[in-house]
T-cell receptor
Framework: GAVVSQHPSRVICKSGTSVKIECRSL??????MFWYRQFPKQSLMLMAT?????????EQGVEKDKFLINHASLTLSTLTVTSAHPEDSSFYICSARDEATSSYNEQFFGPGTRLTVL | TQLLEQSPQFLSIQEGENLTVYCNSS?????LQWYRQEPGEGPVLLVT?????EVKKLKRLTFQFGDARKDSSLHITAAQPGDTGLYLCAGGEYGGSQGNLIFGKGTKLSVKP
């Protein structure tokens, strides 16, 4: 149980284009999902908390218009990197809480998406 | 702002050796999780500790939560090359409404055969 998928696993795009990353909870419903960014050899940096049916909560310093988050259903959240630039190249990871069974903030992570902007 | 200091940042040992990774904070956490991440993959949850003084064992891994719920340790006995990876501790924000986790900076463990 508690499986989270992400698609695509890798994406290469040209500067100025937009890229959408999907995060799905496969066997549970998640009202809250999280989007992280990870630089090489570093820990996870929380970008935003995605809430089903309402606006995402962004961490300080994360541009809302740059990183669009849509939590369309209880099993799907999407992150769209708009007008991507080389500095947006990174490893993006989503996670979800299985609120039906988890009482202690455990998050289950997707496999990540490697974004490379040329 | 709650912070988690994780140490050491890097650890390179020989197969069969023991090691301990530490996570420390001046803040109290409602819970603490340990994750392991391999290159190019997402973190995988190893354990959750919630009670002060709690000890949990997962085969050769022993996890302990401090009495005051401000610190935690991960001890690996007789490390194997398969233990190689990035170990992350993460604390549940006390009173946080959205279940946010505060992550340590990670310990990159390399176990050489």
């Amino acid at each position: 149980g508690a499986v989270v998928s992400q698609h695509p696993s890798r994406v290469i795009c040209k500067s100025g284009t937009s890229v959408k990353i999907e995060c799905r909870s496969l066997d549970f419903q998640a009202t809250t999902m999280f989007w992280y960014r990870q630089f090489p050899k570093q820990s996870l940096m929380l970008m935003a908390t995605s809430n089903e049916g309402s606006k995402a909560t962004y961490e300080q310093g994360v541009e809302k218009d740059k990183f669009l988050i849509n939590h369309a259903s209880l099993t799907l959240s999407t992150l769209t990197v708009t007008s991507a630039h080389p500095e947006d190249s990174s490893f993006y990871i989503c996670s979800a809480r299985d609120e039906a069974t988890s009482s202690y903030n455990e998050q289950f992570f997707g496999p990540g998406t490697r974004l490379t902007v040329l | 702002t709650q912070l988690l200091e994780q140490s050491p940042q890097f650890l390179s040992i020989q197969e069969g050796e023991n090691l301990t990774v530490y996570c420390n904070s001046s803040s109290v956490f409602s819970s603490l999780q340990w994750y392991r991440q391999e290159p190019g993959e997402g973190p995988v949850l190893l354990v959750t500790v919630v009670t002060g003084g709690e000890v949990k064992k997962l085969k050769r891994l022993t996890f302990q939560f401090g009495d005051a719920r401000k610190d935690s340790s991960l001890h690996i006995t007789a490390a194997q090359p398969g233990d190689t990876g990035l170990y992350l501790c993460a604390g549940g924000e006390y009173g946080g409404s959205q279940g946010n986790l505060i992550f340590g900076k990670g310990t990159k463990l390399s176990v050489k055969p």
